[in-house]
């Protein structure tokens, strides 16, 4: 009886042990789920809040819960988020069929760089560029804050599950972060350093004035390579400055290293050796302790300027010599707009008197004309004296005529008025015709006419009744002063000579020379240029013979009209000789 009751005693104390333990576990239990949610609590509420926008979707894509930092950024309520599938806020292609999460682990897998941003869109319509990354929760696990992009491996896995097993109801967590700020400050940081390389040359030394790095600019400018500035202390005095230039960097490094910032102009070689100017701006960066240990210089090139100042500095050394030519400049124009008012004057009076002497011939003759018609009848001698008088009348007509046809000729051809009509002309032939329009007067003074025909025809680019003009001018001339039975030489040839004016032109120009060479009394010296004057008569050659003054003035006119010129000289056997020269076109 006794055995029997000890142990019923030791069953129920086992008993109350067991329960004791069960009551003492129950209560660790409780108190351990009150933790768990309190923790739970205290995780969604971090997951609600964090600055990470955070989206849970089902399987389907459709949206369970989300964060107030996914509101954010995408611009919608929780209410129009929740249990609907969210194609608008991240723009899928058709296949996944409006199934944003199956969508974002395709483009993290096949993305071709990490760093490049997912496209969302903003409930106002602009687009998002957003940070994504994945991690799946299921009932037996959860994968949070999982970084896709570090585990390639992982990611083509997850998809391979994902595809195989729809069954087990996974849901999906994706965690977003809006850097489309950030990618535009770097976009706008990446422009303004374009632009600075553009427009300046950079270097960044370290504190002991090492050379660390150089932009494109500067070896651009200086024709190097950017190797050879790395590691360089006195990179000026290694291409080829001055070694003077060595000193000035010690004291500017000096300065520098006090933590002053320094702006000043610095010499550097290009790699052809010649100099480049730069205005250059250097900051020193300062630690916490304000001890330098990185400079950064931006240089702008001011060669062009230093060159400018350089000739500046010359003129003005030269200022006055400057000044004497700039007088000398005025007094002769001075003294040709004199001689401009002189030469006015005298071709005033030179054409009052052309003028005065034919009208006065034709008043003169026209007065004894009426004379006789007041005596009548008229006989024989009365008629024979008329028709003197009248042929007197015409002759000084027509010679008044053709003074006032050269004045207007030649007025049009001052003021560029006269048209030129330019076609290709065999001079040659040219010259025959002339040659035979003066055949007359040729055979009535017995004078020999030599016309040098050329061993293959010439040609020019010319108008041909101007130069037709020129030439009857000088065989008018040439036939007028030359004696009876004296010779007159004509050819041409392909030839070449100096246009230019100036004892310093030396250009030649190819083209066609006419010379006409006849043995009358010749030109002097100092009239040689006179002579294409208007009004003007040489002095061996003012014998009445006749002519209007202005024909060589006409030439001189017309030569320069077709860019060639027009000069006499002396012929070695006597008499004149005339050239004129048409460039080739």
């Known amino acids: 009886m006794n055995e029997t009751s000890d142990k019923q005693s030791f069953e129920i104390q086992r008993l109350n042990d067991e329960i004791y333990q069960l009551k003492r576990q129950n209560t660790e239990l409780t108190r351990t789920g009150f933790d768990l949610i309190s923790t739970q609590t205290k995780l969604q509420s971090v997951l609600h809040n964090a600055s990470d926008g955070i989206i849970s979707f089902a399987s389907d894509g459709t949206v ?3 964060n107030s930092s996914a509101q954010q950024i995408f611009g919608y309520s929780e209410e129009e988020i929740v249990s609907h599938q969210i194609p608008n806020l991240i723009p899928c292609p058709d296949w996944v069929e409006n199934n944003v999460p199956a969508y974002i682990e395709y483009f993290l897998k096949s993305r071709a760089t990490p760093e490049l941003p997912l496209i969302g869109k903003h409930k106002m319509g602009f687009d998002i560029q957003l940070n994504v990354s994945i991690a799946q929760t299921s009932k037996n696990h959860t994968l949070l804050f999982k970084n896709r992009r570090q585990d390639k491996h992982a990611i083509a896995s997850d998809l391979e599950n994902h595809a ?4 087990r109801n996974d849901s999906t967590v994706c965690f977003f972060r809006d850097i489309t700020l950030n990618k535009k400050l770097e976009k706008d940081l990446a422009d303004q350093k374009h632009a600075l390389d553009l427009a300046a040359a950079i270097i960044i030394r370290d504190k002991d004035f090492r050379v660390i790095d150089v932009n494109d600019k500067l070896c651009q400018t200086l024709g190097r390579n950017r190797n050879e500035f790395l590691g360089e202390q006195y990179i000026q005095t290694k291409f080829g400055a001055p070694a003077k230039v060595e000193i000035e960097l010690n004291k500017i490094r000096e300065f520098l290293s006090q933590g002053n910032p320094w702006v000043g102009e610095t010499l550097f070689m290009s790699l052809k050796g010649d100099p480049i100017w730069f205005t250059e701006s250097t900051t020193p960066f300062l630690d916490k302790n304000n001890v330098p240990y990185q400079y950064l210089s931006i240089l702008f090139d001011i060669t062009d300027r230093k060159i400018f100042e350089s000739q500046l500095e010359q003129h003005r050394d030269n200022l006055q010599h400057l000044v004497d030519i700039q007088v ?5 124009a001075r003294d040709d707009a004199n001689f401009a008012n002189q030469a006015k004057s005298e071709f ?6 052309e003028l005065r002497t034919p009208l006065h011939g034709i008043i003169s003759f026209t007065q004894l004309s009426l004379k006789q018609f007041k005596t009548l009848p008229l006989d024989e001698s009365r008629t024979s004296k008329l028709e003197k008088f009248i042929g007197n ?3 000084t007509s027509q010679r008044l005529l053709l003074l006032l046809n050269d004045l207007l000729d030649l007025s049009k051809l001052e003021t560029g008025k006269e048209k030129f009509n330019p076609e290709r002309i065999n001079l040659y032939e040219l010259i025959r015709q002339i ?3 003066y055949s007359a007067k040729i055979l009535e003074k017995q004078i020999e006419f030599i016309l040098i025909k050329p061993d293959k025809p010439i040609f020019s680019i010319c108008d041909k009744q101007k130069v037709l003009q020129i030439f009857s001018n000088l065989m008018s001339n040439a036939i007028k002063f030359s004696p009876e039975q004296k010779s007159i030489v004509v050819h041409i040839e392909k030839d070449e000579t100096v246009l230019g004016r100036r004892s310093t032109d030396t250009k030649k120009t190819k083209g066609v020379t006419f010379t006409i060479t006849d043995q009358g009394p010749g030109i002097p010296d100092h009239e040689l240029t006179a002579i294409f004057d208007k009004f003007y008569q040489s002095s061996t050659t003012k014998s009445g013979a006749g002519g209007t003054g202005l024909g060589l003035s006409i030439s001189q006119e017309i030569a320069s009209a077709h860019q060639g010129k027009i000069w006499a000289e002396h012929n070695p056997k ?12």
């Open 164 to 167: 195989q097993d729809t069954a």
């Open 328 to 332: 000398n400049d005025i007094r002769n």
């Open 64 to 66: 369970e819960s989300v």
């Open 348 to 353: 005033l009076a030179n054409i009052s008197h």
């Open 574 to 585: 006597g008499g004149a000789v005339f050239k004129l020269f048409l460039p080739d076109v």
């Open 393 to 395: 009348i015409e002759l």
């Open 435 to 437: 040659h035979d329009e």
